[in-house]
């Protein structure tokens, strides 16, 4: 008997699930009270009134059992346990970069790198910054300019690698600020801010060429690196063959340093570090690490969570678990298209995000058209999504409102926790929202800080 080798169509969740977290059911009734309790701000609620949450892929994703296994092996030791050797010869093998510091989170390697490199006057140039890293390069007197390509504004515009720098404003902007005043390059990998969108091989290249020309030193926010090297793989000529160890080392190999929060493509639920060439950079950095983080084998980490992001950075790489992860994005971004809904495109790594300017054209920025639809995804199908609009970037310095450029939804994926029947759900809900488009009303503020308000702002439905 010879069969036919078969090829299927589903692509299937790479692992099976030997511990499970209930998720607890409510009803419409009570989300409509749990919502109003909580001041109509999803990030007021209690994560145990979520059924889905998509808020963050940060930090929320769920271990390895191998990580587990390593985790009980932790050495807890102050100085040279055996689980930071583990640590930094991963961090090694996968970034080439001699220097590895240890940090609690990714923020952490940030605030020690501008803290030591950057100064009043400087500018730090990056495709676009998250908002941590604008706000270390801000705290320490510097300049963040995003330099993303013209097509990674565009929520609509296809292209296969939107978070590419543009390499001619690079090489204005040091043209007219000058070398001295640009200690450092940056490239984020995948670019957060602009949709998670991926930057190429070539880009990546560029980018290293322009800086070693003018010697100035190139770094990576990596945090999305595995995701990143998936779509050089998958989208970037001649790399097909490659895997994403042989891409991630490659990107590596252009830069001279990078920082990285583990809560992404660690796939751990805290740690991070940064990682660079110069030794004599370095042993500042480590000076400073003693003062914020904890002894340079340590960081602020346990010896544990060292274990889990060992394994973590290699589990990132593994082609099942990456086809898995891209493609649950992909999946639920065709599924809102056909049914007509407006997405960025094409969907990135880690969230889908939806256009609700498109969505909700009769609800005006100042009424806050994202957060409405955030809100309605709860009502309905106990869905926690988030506002990337004007509730979060609205606030002027001078307490004046200015619509945000996009009025973004993001339903952002943790990682190995959701499989495809809640994905089916969450397209279900959304679609449900979308029907009932008409219904929704927009929002006023009723509290809020003068920083940051997204996050504990009171509001209320107007009309309502
Ligand atoms: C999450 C993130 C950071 C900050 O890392 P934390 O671990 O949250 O401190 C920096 N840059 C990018 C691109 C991120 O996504």
């Given amino acids: 008997m010879v069969l036919k080798p078969f090829k299927s169509k589903t692509i299937i969740e790479p692992f099976r699930i030997r511990s499970v977290e209930p998720i607890r059911f409510t009803t419409m009734q009570e989300r409509q009270k749990l919502l109003k309790e909580a001041g109509y701000n999803p990030f007021l609620l209690k994560a145990r009134d979520v059924l889905i949450d998509l808020l963050t892929d940060s930090g929320t994703g769920a271990l390895s059992s191998g990580q587990w296994s390593g985790m009980l092996e932790s050495d807890e030791s102050y100085a040279g346990s055996s689980s930071f050797y583990k640590f930094e010869t991963a961090v090694r093998e996968i970034t080439g970069f001699k220097n590895v510091i240890p940090t609690h989170q990714g923020r952490a390697a940030e605030n020690i790198l501008f803290t030591t490199v950057a100064g009043k006057g400087d500018v730090i140039p990056n495709n676009t910054h998250f908002d941590t890293t604008r706000a270390h390069v801000e705290h320490n007197g510097a300049e963040a300019r995003d330099l993303v390509i013209p097509e990674g504004r565009e929520p609509q515009t296809i292209h296969p ?86 891409i991630a080392q490659e990107i590596f190999s252009c830069a001279d340093g990078c920082t990285m929060s583990a809560k992404k493509d660690g796939m751990s639920n805290i740690g991070g570090f940064l990682a660079l060439n110069d030794d004599n950079l370095a042993q500042k950095c480590r000076s400073l690490t ?16 060292m274990e889990a992001v060992a394994k973590g950075l290699y589990e990132a790489l593994d082609e099942g678990y990456l086809r898995y992860r891209i493609r649950s994005a992909a999946y639920l971004g065709e599924k809102l298209v056909d049914a007509g809904i407006s997405i960025v495109q094409p969907t990135g790594g880690h969230a889908v995000y939806i256009d609700a300017k498109k969505t909700l054209p009769e609800i005006p ?94 509001l209320e439905p107007i009309g309502s």
Avoid at 185 to 203: D, F, H, K
Avoid at 223 to 242: H, L, M, P, Q, V
Avoid at 290 to 305: K, Q, W
């Fill in 161 to 246: 690698f939107k978070g590419n720098m543009d390499i001619d404003a690079l090489e204005e902007t040091i043209e007219s600020v000058g070398t001295s005043k640009i200690p450092i390059i940056m490239l984020t990998i995948t670019n957060n801010s602009g949709g998670g969108q991926p930057v190429s091989m070539a880009n990546i290249k560029a980018v290293s060429e322009v800086a070693k020309k003018h010697g100035i030193p190139f770094f990576i926010d990596a945090c999305r690196f595995a995701e990143n090297s998936w779509f050089i793989k998958t989208r970037e000529k001649g790399y097909a063959d490659k895997t994403p160890m042989e």
């Fill in 290 to 305: 003693i003062l914020t983080e904890g002894f340079p084998t340590y960081g602020g980490m346990a010896g544990y969570d």
């Fill in 365 to 458: 920025p100042l009424e806050y058209p994202a957060w409405s639809l955030v809100n309605a995804l709860y009502l309905l199908g106990g869905v926690r999504a988030v506002e990337i609009g004007t509730v979060m970037f609205g606030l002027q310095p001078d307490g004046s409102e200015k619509a945000a450029s996009m009025e973004l939804v993001r339903l952002a994926f943790p990682r190995r926790v959701y499989t495809q029947s809640h994905v089916d759900y969450l397209a279900e809900v959304i679609i449900a929202a979308y029907e009932q488009r008409d219904k929704l009303t927009g929002y006023r503020i009723v509290e809020a800080p003068n920083v940051l308000r997204h996050f504990s702002a009171r």
